[in-house]
């Protein structure tokens, strides 16, 4: 099951449009329920994950940069 058909059954299931009472019906839901929260934890999709972890390495990247020049700044002030 997509994220999205989850959020899709999850609507329907909020709106009382779905009957609870049968057991294939609710292990449907519960399964939405799943879905829904493995893909808010775990990001959607491969693309998700990867732009996170970019973001990261950038950011990383950059407060390195930044820690290094103010370390050579302050290195080259002595002499």
Do not use: K
């Not at 059954?9 to 609710?26: F, K, S, T, Y």
């Amino acid at each position: 099951m997509t994220p999205e058909e989850a959020q899709r059954i999850r609507a329907q299931d909020a709106a009382g449009r779905l009957d609870r009472g049968d057991p294939e019906v609710r292990r449907v839901i519960e399964d939405a329920n799943r879905t829904s929260v493995r893909a808010h934890v775990y990001g959607r999709d491969a693309a998700a994950r990867r732009t996170t972890r970019t973001s990261l390495l950038v950011t990383t990247g950059a407060a390195a940069l930044f820690a290094g020049g103010l370390a050579l700044h302050f290195l080259l002030l002595t002499r």
